[in-house]
């Protein structure tokens, strides 16, 4: 017996516009179902709209606009059949628009940015949004404020608030076609504009880890939500760094779950970000003895802080404020750029649990040393630093000075989140996308352009920092190229290394600049082949450029943790790292990438041929670093251990983690402890 239909669809309008012949004719000419890199997408925005007729029928509208006009617009009915369950009518409302999205991109050779999604369509497509993110591409951002215009013919206007919302959704992306941050009065960071911005499922992240991970998490959560607990984190920038990426994405998922967080961020100065900037190079020894904080500089950052604090935080209700006074139940100071914020929220509520995260090395020899420009940085942050009730460190035992408690000592990794931009598994169609916007930056800065995918690459994706190593990729990927005099030049891999910027981050240009200068002095035989590019804020294009690489390098002097390992290994790349901070917790030597001495290039270039050479060891490599990556450098990973601590310190409760990682004590309390057989980072480092 035949399958009764489940639902038709009756085209009211159809789309109108059409796409220039010359792309039609290029890409049928090419193969039919595959983008040229080569080709140049129109960009578009989108509005989703719909009416539910009756119970068995709705009337989807969508609309298309191009950044000024609204070029066209497509109204549909579509017939669900009586005997479909209301999940299933959901599915067929999601596949629908789904399918038409992809057809009317793939007609009109065009990339889907954003798209506008009523309230309405939202609840009658669950799903539909973190489609929209996860198989198509599109940022879908959900408008509340949205009613049909004329009651007495709302199906008929459907189309009309389809192309509201996709107006309002172009009003959320600034000039560089990514969503503006938001950030209200009080300097918070509104996360995904406030949660306007819809990726992910809950069933997304459940999905996402492993099964004991998730329910750990969950029972965190309810412990939290019940008490009613405000946890507060403060750090120094709101986008740009691996803080605000773990910051973003842990409140993506937390406040999804109905968790009370939120984030603040200080009011910007550029003076203060450079002797900050300076302090982190100290600290870490990547810069020499010579350079040094004076206290006129030291004090430009504790006036800073207290200014931000008095203008924002110690208002009425304001995080700062003691909990009795509506302020935060456990503050974390998520960033060593404002320890004063510790002794700022002591004196507001000396008994409210302060926990002070450092993300960088803090070397210990350079500390000890008697009139150093490491002491004297780091005697100023003691003063606050020592007041917090715990320090969280990378879970490296030489990041943290012996001036710290060894009870208040605790361990945690940096994450990531394979659920956003940066890592999530894109489409062909967009892949090409990005690497075509990347040939369009280099062909704008006039530099080499990239063959892939006519010839294989290698990556480092990293800020321009004195301490990730860029000059030894450089002489490593030379001397690699010379082991390969035989083989056809243009047919040899080529490298790759680019980066975001952040805003408190003035090494940049400095950096980018000595690195252009190398190649040309040193190694011009090879410029041609060598792409340095500083890349714009859009996480896709740096995802796109590791998910097409063959190699991935992260050859640091000087590392905290750096998960650009782990998102990497993700992926099923090989990576070839120095022996630097936290790096050697990630990769499993031999099996999962190489593990080399800071500056060795010949180790290096070996390693580089052996995985261009030898086939089956590159699968190998690759299966094995795909399915070993630990939950614990994940967003839901990250959540369970900050949860754990708030619920654990909060109202009057104590903690002495004595030198453990966080993560063991809250699978542990949470009665779900690792089992054998699942992937979790060593330990060896911390002890």
Same mark, same amino acid.
Request: aromatic fraction near 8%.
């Given at each position: 017996?035949?399958?009764?239909?489940?639902?038709?669809?009756?085209?009211?309008?159809?789309?109108?516009?059409?796409?220039?012949?010359?792309?039609?004719?290029?890409?049928?000419?090419?193969?039919?179902?595959?983008?040229?890199?080569?080709? $140049?997408?129109?960009?578009?925005?989108?509005? !989703?709209?719909?009416?539910?007729?009756?119970?068995?029928?709705?009337?989807?509208?969508?609309?298309?606009?191009?950044?000024?006009?609204?070029?066209?617009?497509? @109204?549909?009915?579509? /017939?669900?059949?009586?005997?479909?369950?209301?999940?299933?009518?959901?599915?067929?409302?999601?596949?629908?628009?789904?399918? $038409?999205?992809?057809?009317?991109?793939?007609?009109?050779?065009?990339?889907?940015?954003?798209?506008?999604?009523?309230?309405?369509?939202?609840?009658?497509?669950?799903?539909?949004?973190?489609?929209?993110?996860?198989?198509?591409?599109?940022?879908?951002?959900?408008?509340?404020?949205?009613?049909?215009?004329?009651?007495?013919?709302?199906?008929?206007?459907?189309?009309?608030?389809?192309?509201?919302?996709?107006?309002?959704?172009?009003?959320?992306?600034?000039?560089?076609?990514?969503?503006?941050?938001?950030?209200?009065?009080? #300097?918070?960071?509104?996360?995904?504009?406030?949660?306007?911005?819809?990726?992910?499922?809950?069933?997304?992240?459940?999905?996402? @880890?492993?099964?004991?991970?998730?329910?750990?998490?969950?029972?965190?959560?309810?412990?939290?939500?019940?008490?009613?607990?405000?946890?507060?984190?403060?750090?120094?920038?709101?986008?740009?760094?691996?803080?605000?990426?773990?910051?973003?994405?842990?409140?993506?998922?937390?406040?999804?779950?109905?968790?009370?967080?939120?984030?603040?961020?200080?009011?910007?100065?550029?003076?203060?970000? /450079?002797?900050?900037?300076?302090?982190?190079?100290?600290?870490?020894?990547?810069?020499?003895?010579?350079?040094?904080?004076?206290?006129?500089?030291?004090?430009?950052?504790?006036?800073?802080?207290?200014?931000?604090?008095?203008?924002? =935080?110690?208002?009425?209700?304001?995080?700062?404020?003691?909990?009795?006074?509506?302020?935060?139940? @456990?503050?974390?100071?998520?960033?060593?750029?404002?320890?004063?914020?510790?002794?700022?929220?002591?004196?507001?509520?000396? #008994?409210?649990?302060?926990?002070?995260?450092?993300?960088?090395?803090?070397?210990?020899?350079?500390?000890?040393?008697?009139?150093?420009?490491?002491?004297?940085?780091?005697?100023?942050?003691?003063?606050?630093?020592?007041?917090?009730?715990?320090?969280?460190?990378?879970?490296?035992?030489?990041?943290?000075?012996?001036?710290?408690?060894?009870?208040? !000592?605790?361990? %945690?990794?940096?994450?990531?989140?394979?659920?956003?931009?940066?890592?999530?598994?894109?489409?062909? =169609?967009?892949?090409?996308?990005?690497?075509?916007?990347?040939?369009?930056?280099?062909?704008?800065?006039?530099?080499?352009?990239?063959?892939?995918?006519?010839?294989?690459?290698?990556?480092?994706?990293?800020?321009?920092?004195?301490?990730?190593?860029?000059?030894?990729?450089?002489?490593?990927?030379?001397?690699?190229?010379?082991?390969?005099?035989?083989?056809?030049?243009?047919?040899?891999?080529? !490298?790759?290394?680019?980066?975001?910027?952040?805003?408190?981050?003035?090494?940049?240009?400095?950096?980018?600049?000595?690195?252009?200068?190398?190649?040309?002095?040193?190694?011009?035989?090879?410029?041609?082949?060598?792409?340095?590019?500083?890349?714009?804020?859009?996480?896709?294009?740096?995802?796109?450029?590791?998910?097409?690489?063959?190699?991935? %390098?992260?050859?640091?002097?000087?590392?905290?943790?750096?998960?650009?390992?782990?998102?990497?290994?993700?992926?099923?790349?090989?990576?070839?790292?120095?022996?630097?901070?936290?790096?050697? %917790?990630?990769?499993?030597?031999?099996?999962?990438?190489?593990?080399?001495?800071?500056?060795?290039?010949?180790?290096?270039?070996?390693?580089?041929?052996?995985?261009?050479?030898?086939?089956?060891?590159?699968?190998?490599?690759?299966?094995?670093?795909?399915?070993?990556?630990?939950?614990?450098?994940?967003?839901?990973? #990250?959540?369970?251990?900050?949860?754990?601590?708030?619920?654990?310190?909060?109202?009057?409760?104590?903690?002495?983690?004595?030198?453990?990682? @966080? #993560?063991?004590?809250? /699978?542990?309390?949470?009665?779900?402890?690792?089992?054998?057989?699942?992937?979790?980072?060593?330990?060896?480092?911390?002890?």
């Amino acid at each position: 017996m035949a399958q009764q239909q489940k639902s038709s669809v009756e085209t009211k309008h159809e789309f109108v516009s059409a796409p220039p012949e010359h792309h039609k004719r290029r890409q049928s000419v090419a193969q039919p179902d595959v983008l040229d890199v080569e080709t $140049s997408l129109s960009e578009l925005w989108a509005g !989703l709209a719909i009416y539910k007729k009756n119970d068995t029928e709705v009337a989807v509208g969508t609309a298309i606009h191009d950044g000024t006009y609204s070029v066209d617009f497509a @109204v549909q009915n579509l /017939r669900l059949s009586k005997d479909s369950s209301e999940e299933e009518q959901r599915r067929m409302v999601e596949d629908h628009i789904i399918s $038409s999205l992809a057809k009317y991109r793939k007609d009109h050779v065009c990339k889907l940015l954003g798209a506008g999604v009523t309230a309405e369509l939202d609840s009658a497509g669950p799903h539909l949004c973190s489609r929209l993110w996860s198989e198509l591409d599109i940022v879908p951002v959900v408008f509340k404020d949205t009613a049909i215009m004329d009651q007495e013919a709302p199906a008929e206007n459907v189309d009309e608030l389809a192309d509201s919302v996709a107006r309002k959704c172009l009003a959320v992306f600034g000039p560089t076609k990514q969503p503006r941050i938001a950030i209200n009065y009080r #300097n918070e960071v509104q996360v995904d504009r406030a949660g306007q911005i819809r990726l992910s499922t809950r069933e997304d992240y459940q999905e996402s @880890v492993r099964e004991p991970t998730w329910r750990a998490v969950q029972k965190y959560i309810k412990d939290v939500k019940d008490r009613n607990l405000r946890m507060v984190f403060f750090s120094a920038t709101p986008q740009g760094g691996g803080v605000a990426l773990m910051r973003h994405a842990l409140l993506r998922f937390l406040q999804r779950e109905g968790v009370n967080i939120e984030w603040f961020v200080p009011k910007p100065r550029p003076d203060v970000f /450079r002797i900050t900037k300076t302090n982190h190079n100290i600290l870490q020894g990547a810069v020499g003895p010579e350079v040094r904080a004076t206290d006129e500089q030291l004090g430009k950052i504790t006036s800073w802080i207290k200014d931000n604090a008095e203008r924002y =935080w110690l208002k009425d209700k304001g995080p700062l404020k003691p909990p009795s006074e509506g302020g935060a139940d @456990v503050i974390f100071v998520d960033d060593p750029q404002m320890p004063e914020l510790i002794s700022i929220a002591k004196e507001q509520d000396p #008994n409210r649990p302060v926990l002070f995260r450092s993300h960088i090395e803090v070397r210990d020899d350079l500390v000890q040393e008697e009139g150093s420009a490491a002491q004297h940085v780091w005697k100023y942050m003691w003063e606050s630093v020592k007041k917090a009730d715990m320090f969280i460190s990378h879970p490296v035992r030489t990041f943290v000075p012996s001036d710290v408690r060894p009870t208040e !000592l605790a361990w %945690l990794p940096a994450t990531t989140d394979w659920l956003d931009g940066l890592n999530k598994n894109m489409q062909d =169609w967009d892949v090409k996308y990005y690497l075509h916007t990347l040939r369009q930056t280099c062909r704008a800065q006039g530099l080499p352009q990239l063959a892939y995918p006519e010839r294989p690459y290698i990556t480092q994706i990293a800020r321009f920092d004195p301490s990730k190593g860029i000059p030894d990729v450089i002489k490593s990927y030379a001397k690699f190229r010379d082991m390969l005099q035989d083989a056809p030049a243009e047919q040899a891999a080529q !490298l790759v290394i680019c980066g975001h910027s952040s805003i408190d981050d003035p090494d940049g240009s400095m950096i980018y600049d000595q690195t252009m200068s190398l190649i040309h002095d040193q190694f011009s035989q090879y410029q041609d082949d060598i792409i340095v590019v500083r890349l714009g804020p859009s996480d896709q294009l740096l995802n796109a450029i590791l998910s097409m690489s063959m190699v991935a %390098l992260q050859l640091s002097t000087r590392e905290g943790f750096e998960v650009k390992v782990s998102e990497a290994l993700h992926k099923g790349k090989p990576v070839i790292a120095t022996q630097a901070g936290g790096i050697p %917790l990630q990769i499993e030597h031999g099996k999962s990438g190489y593990l080399v001495p800071r500056g060795d290039h010949d180790a290096v270039a070996k390693h580089l041929h052996d995985l261009f050479t030898d086939e089956r060891l590159y699968e190998e490599m690759s299966s094995y670093a795909k399915h070993h990556v630990s939950d614990e450098v994940h967003t839901v990973g #990250n959540a369970l251990s900050w949860l754990y601590l708030a619920s654990s310190v909060a109202g009057g409760k104590s903690l002495q983690p004595n030198g453990r990682w @966080v #993560n063991d004590m809250a /699978r542990e309390a949470a009665n779900e402890p690792y089992g054998d057989d699942e992937p979790r980072l060593p330990r060896h480092l911390s002890t």
